[in-house]
């Protein structure tokens, strides 16, 4: 079995997910990791028996033994970094979003089509949830029949108070969009993988509930409930809510909207597809269940159980029947399909989200906001 060596750049709360899922994973090997802050990298290393650690990308990088690098670090940093990968003949798997916007995503597709041999992956981890991958397979079977409606919501509760802040509210690190680019590009890139089709046309309306939001002058954890008494008061224009009518190119219409400052929602990423045999409805908080609506006979649940899933959603699968498997499988789900492929022939297309893919939904997201500026229908 081909074993490959992989660096972590990026060590916060993301970045120590990637460690837990890569160590999961028979073959890869976590040689190295990286952060601006090598105290925090060295701690890192320490606490996971890591070899290596680093305090740049550059370091990183010049690491000969390193096959695949994991870009964990903030959006702002992603294409730089992203090209730096990919031009140094290192496999790449980044965080989302691709990079800020359109022009650098277009970019980097450039850069990777000048290096064939690269293979780069863009982490929408929802994808692998088993019961994802058994309404995507049950759908292009044609068990749902014409995909007619598309709708739901992605909640969350971390930005409902005015003393939560975090860099994702700064244009120059985020890019143009907060909630949408965030949270809303999962749930766009989860029904276009689920689908088959794309988004084509998008009607928003973007909300700050927020204007002024505390900025702590301490460091404070992400999803952390910790209040700091010294901060800087701060004019905030992304937005922290948002609603979205959409189009889809295989006819289908929709509509979802998107909020951090829903109370009692910690990640509640919901789905529901109507077609003109049935309807499926899934959410994240309860992945283990996809509810299946039927007119004419008893609505009924699907209990994931591998003995009697699609071929696809078992190879996702871990887990017998009533052992739940959450947020951290499909995580790793994502990332091992990414290994597979390395590892395969990569004769047929990938599972896990391309970079193409990926720079189409940053091409969505700046539709949804010039949408939202100018109150009207665009094309995408």
């Known amino acids: 079995m081909k074993v490959f060596n992989v660096g972590i750049l990026g060590l916060g709360y993301i970045g120590a997910s990637h460690i837990d899922a890569v160590r999961r994973i028979p073959n890869c090997r976590l040689v190295a990791v990286?952060?601006?802050?090598?105290?925090?990298?060295?701690?890192?290393?320490?606490?996971?028996?890591?070899?290596?650690?680093?305090?740049?990308?550059?370091?990183?990088?010049?690491?000969?033994?390193?096959?695949?690098?994991?870009?964990?670090?903030?959006?702002h940093l992603h294409t730089d970094i992203n090209r730096a990968v990919i031009e140094a003949g290192k496999h790449l798997f980044s965080e989302k979003p691709l990079s800020r916007n359109y022009e650098e995503a277009l970019s980097l597709l450039?850069?990777?089509?000048?290096?064939?041999?690269?293979?780069?992956?863009?982490?929408?981890?929802?994808?692998?949830?088993?019961?994802?991958?058994e309404m995507r397979s049950r759908?292009?079977?044609?068990?749902?029949?014409?995909?007619?409606?598309?709708?739901?919501?992605?909640?969350?509760?971390?930005?409902?108070?005015?003393?939560?802040?975090?860099?994702?509210?700064?244009?120059?690190?985020?890019?143009?969009?907060?909630?949408?680019?965030?949270?809303?590009?999962?749930?766009?890139?989860?029904?276009?993988?689920v689908t088959g089709s794309k988004i084509v046309s998008v009607m928003a309306d973007l909300v700050t509930t927020i204007p002024v939001r505390k900025k702590a002058k301490k460091q404070v954890d992400t999803f952390s409930n910790a209040v700091c008494d010294e901060?800087?008061?701060?004019n905030i224009e992304m937005e922290d809510y948002g609603a979205v009518l959409f189009k889809m190119d295989n006819g289908a219409t929709g509509l979802f909207h998107v909020s951090q400052?829903?109370?009692?929602?910690?990640?509640?990423?919901?789905?529901?597809?109507?077609?003109?045999?049935?309807s499926y409805r899934w959410n994240q908080e309860e992945n283990d269940r996809l509810w299946i609506g039927l007119r004419g006979d008893d609505n009924r649940y699907v209990i994931r159980d591998p003995n009697y899933m699609t071929p696809e959603a078992k190879a996702v699968s871990a887990l017998a029947m009533g052992h739940p498997e959450g947020w951290n499988d499909a995580f790793c789900g994502n990332i091992r399909a990414f290994y597979e492929y390395l590892a395969s022939d990569r004769a047929t297309s990938p599972s896990f989200a391309s970079l193409e893919?990926?720079?189409?939904?940053?091409?969505?997201?700046?539709?949804?906001?010039?949408?939202?500026?100018?109150?009207?229908w665009i094309e995408v």
Not at 363 to 375: F, G, P
Request: proline share 4%; net charge negative.
């Open 34 to 75: 990286a952060d601006t802050n090598i105290e925090f990298a060295k701690a890192r290393a320490e606490q996971y028996g890591i070899e290596k650690y680093y305090g740049s990308p550059e370091e990183l990088l010049a690491d000969p033994d390193i096959d695949v690098i994991h870009n964990c670090t903030p959006n």
């Open 110 to 133: 450039e850069t990777s089509k000048a290096h064939p041999e690269v293979v780069c992956a863009v982490n929408f981890n929802y994808r692998m949830n088993p019961l994802v991958q």
């Open 139 to 193: 759908i292009k079977k044609g068990e749902l029949g014409d995909v007619r409606i598309v709708s739901g919501a992605y909640q969350q509760q971390h930005m409902m108070y005015d003393t939560d802040y975090n860099w994702r509210f700064e244009p120059e690190f985020s890019g143009i969009s907060c909630t949408v680019a965030d949270i809303g590009s999962h749930w766009m890139d989860l029904v276009q993988h």
């Open 231 to 234: 901060y800087e008061l701060k």
């Open 261 to 278: 400052v829903s109370a009692g929602h910690g990640c509640c990423f919901g789905v529901e597809f109507n077609g003109s045999k049935c």
């Open 357 to 376: 893919e990926a720079s189409y939904i940053i091409r969505l997201t700046e539709a949804i906001v010039k949408s939202s500026k100018e109150k009207r």
